[in-house]
């Protein structure tokens, strides 16, 4: 996958979550400084993971994390599969946490899904770069 992008404007994807109860699409912004993807609490409910941490109540079981304008409470869970087009990994951890719904952006796409891939962003070009990894012998 190479996609053209700008220094100036965030890049986002229509990334697809597989859960047990199903598939669900929504946009997320690419974020290479979050080692982690986030996806709200309840979009996680509805796939039918196990995410129980209310932060308001704070009934469940959860832990910390650190963004860089906010500590939060958070489930973690591991979701059974992430797609951005053709792209497909599997078993990705993902944090649960509200989001503003600004501009349609529903989630975060973090290290913990690129990692399973090549990555370059070329700025010099304009292109980001998201490919599988070879499988050299």
Sequence with gaps: MKIKITP???IIFFVKV?????TREFRAVLNTGCSDCLMSLQDARDLGYNAFFEPFTRTG???SAIS????FETDEIAVEE??????VAKNVKVLTKEMPRFAGIEGV?????LKHFNTTINFEEGYLTIEPFSNKP
């Design 18 to 22: 597989k859960g047990p109860r199903g």
């Design 68 to 71: 860089i304008s906010d500590i």
């Design 61 to 63: 079981e959860g832990r």
């Design 82 to 87: 992430i797609s951005i087009g053709d792209l």
């Design 109 to 113: 796409i973090g290290l913990s899904f």
């Design 8 to 10: 100036e404007d965030p």
